[in-house]
């Protein structure tokens, strides 16, 4: 597994969202890409899953190009999304939820063997398999949303802000699963707003800024870096300076 | 008493016709949140199908009433294929122009390709012969009716609920780019949903025909609005309201002249008076979610 993306340039009607990003994710790594709000996190993401199509760059998996495909050739493929806000559906129970992410695989075996896998990663999920997902907490939801995910049997699974909104005992779970399903095998992508959380658990970081990578290295020595630390962290090297002018994130210990 | 089966009887089919039908709008506005105009008219086309299936290529009746069942699933798939999907992320009110379009067309080419002038539907004894229930001489056709939708209602709530198609239908119609995220072919789960929807039309319209044999290239016009009527009256995007919606309607209207039989000159009318009262009570309609927007 070997995700590749070079000089990625997107656009929405005009305004240029992505201005050529570039950044590599490896096999069995834990890659965070961060960013205050608006920076084009998500849009990234959109553009690998094939959600929407780039005006130029290259999506490279495991040697292929796959900037252009379907959205379904690309889940086929191994790349799978948790996408941002969750999106389960409503009302199909947490089962369907489920089983939807199952689509494209016919292994009748392998799905009975994931779904095991998931109700243990999420016990609470378990205890709710026929329970409606509209009526799920917000942290039930994110779990489902990460659940259906690995239900597609990703190589690379890609989270859009899987922390957002979710109070921070949560969060701390959300985290501990990120670290357990990598431990597992699965390479993850990760976007989060929570640049310390996310950072601790990342191989290596990417930091986004208005549609450009303005600074990368390994999740520590990002951690360590002061203009991430005043930008991201809320921590502030003098009083007197000006307020951090991003959004600081929520920190979850 | 035998005069109480039949109206009852009458009321029970007419209103499963109405649910057949109704059936198709709300299942299209589901995934397209668009309000199919053109479906009184592949309803039409089947009539006319069959017609020229068993009048002209001298078909056995269950031959052309399954050429015609197909053809008007195609119909209804062309229909998407040509006139809505490439308008799908235009705004809204595009796709609904375009819908009335294809209305118009397919009036209008069934006017050019078989005349004006009203044909008449052929009889297949089969379904037409008398029979008595309960010492009321009825149509075969007022029994097989309620049947052949109920096993048609069953057959497409376990499509709905038990196969990969139907639950992809149910997240294409919540969320277009999280069924994406799952692998969900878009196009194909659209098209799919058009195919269903027309061919219960298609159903509904031979059963329509042996009850009601006149065919003119205006005669999907008011069961397509009364259908539609109904499946807002259960909630429009919700196939549980359509049949609830189309029964009740159905029902409604032959209860109602059957009662006061000098309302019959205004049974056309009871649908629009019911819209509105439902309507005003209860603006989502009898099954409906609290928002059909999609998000
Ligand atoms: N569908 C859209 N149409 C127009 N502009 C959009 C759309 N989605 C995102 N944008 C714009 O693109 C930029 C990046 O957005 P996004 O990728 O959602 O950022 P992030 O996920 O980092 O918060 C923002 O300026 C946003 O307003
Ligand atoms: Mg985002």
Known sequence: MRLEIQDLRVSYGGIRALKGVSLTVSEGSVVTLIGANGAGKSTALRAISGLLKPDSGRIVYNGEDILGLAAKEIVRRGVVMAPEGRRVFPDMTVRENLLIGAYLRNDKAGVEKDLRYVMELFPRLSERTWQMAGTLSGGEQQMLAVGRALMAKPKLLMMDEPSLGLAPLVVKDIFAIIRRVNQDGITILLIEQNANASLRVADYGYVLETGSIVLEGNGRALLENPSIQEAYLGRRRNRKTEPAKYEVSMNSD | ?295
């Not at chain 2, 294929?81 to 799908?88: C, D, E, I, M």
């Not at chain 2, 000159?265 to 059909?292: C, H, M, N, Q, S």
Request: net charge positive.
């Open chain 2, 1 to 295: 008493m035998s005069a109480i089966i039949q109206h009852l009887a009458n009321a029970l089919s007419v209103g499963s016709l109405y649910a057949l039908m109704a059936i198709g709008y709300t299942m299209v506005y589901g995934v397209l949140r668009l309000i199919n105009f053109a479906h009184g008219e592949i309803f039409m086309m089947a009539m006319y199908i069959v017609f020229f299936g068993l009048t002209m290529f001298l078909m056995p009746w269950y031959v052309s009433f399954i050429v015609a069942i197909l053809l008007t699933a195609a119909l209804g798939v062309a229909a998407e294929r040509l006139a809505y999907r490439p308008l799908r992320d235009a705004p809204r009110i595009s796709i609904l122009i375009s819908a009335i379009a294809v209305s118009y067309f397919l009036q209008n080419l069934a006017t050019v390709l078989f005349g004006g002038r009203p044909l008449t539907f052929p009889q297949v004894p089969l379904f037409t012969s008398m029979i008595d229930v309960g010492g009321a001489r009825i149509s075969r056709l007022l029994i097989l009716t309620p049947a052949v939708t109920a096993i048609l209602l069953i057959a497409l709530q376990y499509l709905l609920k038990r196969t990969k198609t139907g639950m992809a239908m149910r997240a294409v119609a919540r969320d277009y780019d999280a069924a994406r995220l799952m692998g969900v072919d878009l196009n194909r789960t659209i098209a799919m949903t058009f195919f269903i929807g027309s061919s219960l039309a298609g159903v509904g319209a031979i059963m329509w025909g042996m009850k009601y044999p006149q065919i003119i290239p205006t005669v999907g016009a008011m069961p397509g609005v009364k259908c539609f009527i109904a499946a807002v009256l259960g909630g429009i995007g919700s196939v549980a309201g359509a049949v609830v919606g189309g029964l009740a309607l159905g029902i409604a209207e032959v209860l109602i002249v059957a009662a006061a039989p000098a309302l019959a000159g205004y049974r056309d009318a009871f649908a629009f008076v019911l819209l509105i009262i439902v309507l005003l009570v209860k603006p989502t309609g009898l099954l409906g979610e609290k928002t059909t927007e999609k998000v």
